[in-house]
């Protein structure tokens, strides 16, 4: 595919909406991912340094892959000019050492199904600053009745397995705050991404905030050993090409349609996670809920894209 044909893509609403569901069906298939990883690796809620260098082998991996990819595969360059690397270390600091940070280990702490809710609580942030920080990307009422549609949907498929309201800082309170830094760090990536390749941003990003992590991990951990099983080998490998996969396309989306447009079509991510889980987990099951909350967001996006296209 020609830099060209790809930008065709990426400029065209359905393009970027296929790209961006694409990405998150990627990041929904996390969940169960994790889960999985969690039990094989025999890891307890108190484990933060070996999820912390689990982390950071995952997405140092997926850099290398995508210089790797970008360098010898496309024989592009992957330097990136001095001004940016203050901006690019950021990134790194914020969208992979915080954000992941704070997601592995919430995630470990509380039901899957929570952490499904308060991890899309990004998308309003994303949709909300937004609003303050571009001109040409303002909150009306009909984007705020989308995202507020498609948010029931994703209570919905959440509720009534286990859902409570009970809240701990370490577990609900840490997978709010890696919304928190994921928004404001898709708002750095977006502007980045007109002077830097996405996918080279993406490459060099994952390596600074993975080096953060693990020096973090093997800090509070005292070690570095960690013990794979087969299965839980070959998640890792699949976390690898997710990251490098999802985070590079989104950024590539990023950069040729408004931040609060394309953050809508986060909303798939629990949707997918959820699928996905009662797939690969015996313990889930599909039902009248996923279909309910699958035709909640349908309805939030047409209606924030419909809001878009008016404006």
């Known amino acids: 595919m020609t830099q060209r044909t790809f930008e065709k893509i990426l400029t065209n609403k359905y393009g970027a909406a296929l790209t961006a569901i694409f990405c998150s069906v990627l990041w929904g298939s996390a969940f169960p991912v994790l ?26 991996l997926a850099g290398l ?3 790797s990819a970008v360098g010898v595969g496309a024989g592009q360059t992957v330097k990136i000019k001095k001004r940016f690397w203050p901006s690019v270390a950021l990134l790194g600091i914020l969208q992979i050492s915080m954000q992941y940070f704070f997601f592995y280990n919430g995630l470990a702490r509380t039901t899957g199904m929570k952490g499904a809710i308060l991890q899309s609580s990004g998308i309003f942030f994303i949709v909300l600053l937004a609003h303050f920080y571009y001109k040409n990307d303002k909150l009306s009422w009909s984007k705020a009745f989308g995202l507020t549609t498609g948010f029931a949907g994703i209570v919905l ?43 080279v941003l993406t490459a060099w990003q994952m390596i600074i ?22 299965l ?27 931040a609060g447009e394309i953050a809508v079509y986060r909303f798939a991510i629990p949707i997918a996670g959820a699928i996905l889980s ?22 939030g996006i047409m209606t924030v894209n419909s809001s878009v296209e008016s404006e």
Not at 35 to 42: H, S
């Open 278 to 299: 009662a797939v690969f987990i015996s313990e889930e099951s599909i039902n009248i809920l996923v279909v309910g909350a699958l035709i909640l967001v349908t309805a």
């Open 35 to 60: 889960k999985v990883t969690y039990e094989e690796m025999l890891f307890s809620p108190e484990d933060y340094g070996a999820r912390m260098i689990l982390a950071s082998i995952r997405f140092f």
């Open 232 to 258: 839980a080998f070959g998640l890792l490998i699949y976390s690898v090409f997710l990251s490098a996969t999802a985070f590079s396309l989104w950024y590539a989306v990023l950069k040729y349609n408004k």
């Open 209 to 230: 905030g993975s080096g953060l992590l693990f020096t973090a991990g093997v800090f509070y951990q005292g070690t570095i050993s960690l013990h794979f099983t087969n």
């Open 157 to 199: 498929i959440n509720w009534g397995e286990n859902f409570s309201l009970d809240f701990t800082f370490t577990g609900e309170g840490f997978l709010i705050l890696a919304g928190l830094t994921s928004a404001v760090a898709m708002l750095i990536a977006k502007s980045l991404t007109q002077d830097i390749s996405a996918f």
């Open 65 to 67: 892959l995508l210089l």
